[in-house]
């Protein structure tokens, strides 16, 4: 099933889908986020991963315009640990490197504690990172 959730103008933020064949949840960001929208939609998969019994989050935020920072310190102290505790175990991030948004998850990643990140540029090397969680 897939869940998008929308600002306040109408348009879509987020996406939230189960692949259970990969057993993972994939959430795409788009656009400018406010920190309201970080929040929504960081629960919002947060509860997908949940309901699904998985361990893993591939998070795409390329197409995200501008910087996440506004909302770093609710994502690290308050939104990580529950995550973590709802399962959450490994998150790959798809960023672009050379924008706003990939040096937020590049700071995202260095700071996190509670559980796996790691960036990557090809949505199937991060597919396969996420993958090896679960043996075989």
Same mark, same amino acid.
């Given at each position: 099933?897939? =869940?998008?959730?929308? !600002?306040?103008?109408?348009?879509?933020?987020?996406?939230?889908?189960?692949?259970?064949?990969?057993? $993972?949840? #994939?959430? =795409?960001?788009? &656009? #400018?986020? *406010?920190?309201? !929208?970080?929040?929504?939609? @960081?629960?919002?998969? *947060?509860? @997908?991963?949940?309901?699904? &019994?998985?361990?893993?989050?591939? !998070?795409? *935020?390329?197409?995200?315009? &501008?910087?996440? =920072?506004?909302?770093?310190?609710?994502?690290? =102290?308050?939104?990580?640990?529950?995550?973590?505790?709802? &399962? $959450?175990?490994?998150?790959?991030?798809?960023?672009?490197?050379?924008?706003?948004?990939?040096?937020? @998850?590049? *700071?995202?990643?260095?700071?996190?504690?509670?559980?796996?990140?790691?960036?990557?540029?090809?949505?199937?090397?991060?597919?396969?990172?996420?993958?090896?969680? #679960?043996? @075989?």
């Amino acid at each position: 099933m897939k =869940n998008e959730l929308v !600002n306040p103008f109408g348009r879509v933020y987020i996406t939230v889908e189960e692949d259970f064949n990969n057993r $993972l949840i #994939y959430v =795409n960001w788009m &656009g #400018y986020l *406010t920190e309201e !929208n970080v929040k929504a939609g @960081a629960k919002a998969y *947060t509860e @997908a991963l949940a309901q699904a &019994g998985f361990n893993c989050v591939l !998070n795409d *935020t390329r197409l995200i315009v &501008g910087s996440w =920072n506004h909302s770093m310190n609710w994502v690290l =102290n308050e939104w990580a640990p529950a995550a973590a505790k709802a &399962g $959450l175990k490994r998150i790959a991030m798809l960023a672009n490197p050379d924008t706003f948004g990939g040096s937020t @998850a590049a *700071t995202f990643i260095n700071e996190l504690k509670v559980f796996e990140a790691k960036a990557f540029d090809a949505i199937e090397e991060a597919q396969q990172w996420l993958s090896s969680y #679960y043996p @075989a």
